[in-house]
Every structure is written in structure tokens, then in C-alpha cells.
């Protein structure tokens, strides 16, 4: 009987025992909260930081696109303004021969069918094709910066998913050591995305500028093609009408 007794009253002494020493680990954080206190800290400078990056970000990428609309503004009036000169020498080159065959009292009817619609309607065909090539390559930025954006974003979650962790750290001496972890973790973050998010940034903003070129050479292609396509077309009518007036 003593024996039982003994046995029981070991038991409950054990029991109390681990359960005093569940309360002291639980209270541990409570006489300790400078861990957490330091991480929720960092949390908010990190937060302050990557905010301060992503407002610059897109800044950054909105004046970049800026950039590459007016350029292509620019580029696209300039080239249109030459194919416009190149229509209007063509038109009166073309003039002149219908003034020759008249003057010598010829049908140039079939000299002139298509060739003449070709010849009026190639710079606004032309230009046409322009503003489609600028809006590929527009639409090329767009992409540019919305990819930036994206990363810009995940870099966001990344920052928001830390609140988590820190909850996921529970209470007691498990969570000082986590936290403490955890706040480390966050005060290299506070100088690393931030620098993540502008070498992204700086990139696609590199990427982006350099797109002028490509929407020069849309302009200049076609203006090219339409002195060379024009000067063909004027030169097959012409062809033809110098055949009727020595015939």
C-alpha cells in the first residue's frame, strides 16, 4: 500500500515538474521580447525600404516609356514628313509625263492603270506599316516593364511572407532562437532587395531605351522603301509612255 501510494505521489511530482517547465519555456519570451520586438522593427524599416525601391521602380520604368512614345512620336512625324516629300516629287515627275503624252496628243491610259494608284497610295501604305513596326516595338516596352514589375512584386511577397515566419516561430525558447534568426535574416534583406529591385529595374530600363534604334529603323525602312518602290513604279509608266511617243 505505502508502495502505491509512493509510486503516485512520485508521479505527480513529475508532472508538476514538466509542467512548471512548459510555463517557465512559454514565459521565457515573455521575460525576453526583445527578439520579436527587434524583428517587427527590422520588419517595418525592410517594408519602409522595399516600398521606397518599388515607388522609384516605377518611376524608373514610367519615365523610360515616356521616353520611348515620344521618340517614336518624333521619329514617325519626321518620316512622314519624308515620305510626304518623296509623294509629292513623285506626283510631279508623273505630272510631267502626262503633260508630254498629252502635249503629243497620246493615250497613256494603260501606261498609268494600277501603276498610278500604286504610286499615289505607297506613302500611306507605308506609313501605315511605320505605326504598326513603332507599336511591336511599344508594345516590346511594355512587356519590358511589366516583367520588371513582376519581379518587383514577388520581391513584395517575399516581405510580406516574413510576417508569417515570425508567427510561425511560435512561443518559448524555440521562438527567441527563430526570431533572433529571422531578424538577422531581415537586416541583410533591408540592403539586399532593395538592390534587387533596381539591378531588375536599371535592366529593363536599359532594355527599354534601347528600342529607340529599333524604332528608328522601322522609319527609315520605310522611307527607304518608299523613294526605291516609287522611284520603280514612275519609272515603268515612264518606260511605257516613252514607248507610245516614239511609236
Request: net charge negative; charged share 35%.
Amino acid at each position: 500500500m505505502h508502495c502505491k501510494v509512493l509510486v503516485a505521489l512520485v508521479t505527480i511530482v513529475l508532472l508538476i515538474g514538466e509542467i512548471h517547465g512548459l510555463q517557465n519555456d512559454e514565459s521565457l519570451e515573455d521575460f525576453h521580447p526583445q527578439p520579436r520586438n527587434k524583428a517587427d522593427d527590422v520588419l517595418k524599416k525592410l517594408r519602409r525600404e522595399v516600398d521606397r525601391a518599388m515607388e522609384k521602380a516605377h518611376k524608373a520604368l514610367e519615365d523610360a516609356k515616356r521616353k520611348v512614345n515620344e521618340t517614336a512620336d518624333k521619329i514617325q512625324n519626321e518620316a512622314r514628313s519624308q515620305m510626304q516629300g518623296v509623294e509629292d516629287k513623285l506626283k510631279a515627275e508623273l505630272e510631267e509625263l502626262k503633260q508630254k503624252a498629252k502635249t503629243a496628243g497620246v493615250n497613256i491610259d494603260d501606261c498609268l492603270k494600277d501603276n498610278e494608284d500604286k504610286l499615289v497610295n505607297l506613302p500611306n501604305q507605308l506609313s501605315e506599316d511605320m505605326v504598326h513596326c513603332v507599336s511591336d516595338k511599344i508594345n516590346k516596352a511594355i512587356s519590358f516593364a511589366e516583367d520588371a514589375l513582376d519581379h518587383v512584386q514577388k520581391i513584395v511577397d517575399e516581405v510580406e511572407n516574413i510576417k508569417k515566419e515570425i508567427k510561425d516561430c511560435g512561443h518559448g525558447i524555440h521562438a527567441v532562437k527563430c526570431i533572433a534568426k529571422l531578424a538577422a535574416r531581415i537586416e541583410k534583406d533591408i540592403t539586399s532587395l532593395p538592390t534587387r529591385i533596381e539591378a531588375d529595374v536599371t535592366a529593363s530600363v536599359a532594355l527599354i531605351s534601347q528600342l529607340d534604334k529599333e524604332v528608328e529603323k522601322c522609319a527609315s525602312d520605310k522611307v527607304e522603301k518608299c523613294e526605291n518602290d516609287g522611284k520603280k513604279i514612275l519609272e515603268s509608266i515612264a518606260a511605257c509612255v516613252a514607248g507610245k511617243l516614239i511609236g
